[in-house]
């Protein structure tokens, strides 16, 4: 079994930082993208950001590039959010994400943990 940890969030005034982390752990074999989601009240989950493995290039959602920074730990299969300048529309429930295999076969299933509330204050 996989299971996603995630840790941090909670609130912050508008301008503010947080920070999230998430660690995977189980019986894990690889680990391809790690990254994280949100989703607001009423909208859908959008992507925030994601690193692939093997890959130095994050790919960031518009609206936190130049704000957020992803990181990761390929060694503690653990994943980081940093969170600047932060803004009211940041409020929501933030989800890690993992594609991992568990077997030497590489059959990478995406896995997610149960969510950390962020919310930004005006």
């Known amino acids: 079994q996989v299971q996603l940890a995630e840790s941090g969030g909670g609130l912050a005034q508008a301008g503010g930082s947080l920070g999230l982390s998430c660690a995977a752990t189980?019986?894990?074999?690889?680990?391809?993208?790690m990254g994280w989601y949100r989703q607001a009240p009423g909208k859908q989950r959008e992507l925030v950001a994601i690193v692939y493995s093997g890959s130095s290039i994050p790919t960031y959602a518009d609206s936190v590039k130049g704000r957020f920074t992803i990181a990761r730990d390929n060694a503690q299969n653990t994943v980081y959010l940093n969170m600047n300048s932060l803004k009211p529309e940041d409020t929501a429930t933030y989800y890690c994400?993992?594609?991992?295999?568990?077997?030497?076969?590489?059959?990478?299933?995406?896995?997610w943990g149960p969510g950390t509330q962020v919310t930004v204050s005006s």
């Open positions: 189980g019986t894990i074999y690889g680990v391809n993208a």
């Open positions: 994400n993992a594609q991992i295999a568990m077997t030497s076969d590489f059959q990478y299933r995406n896995y």
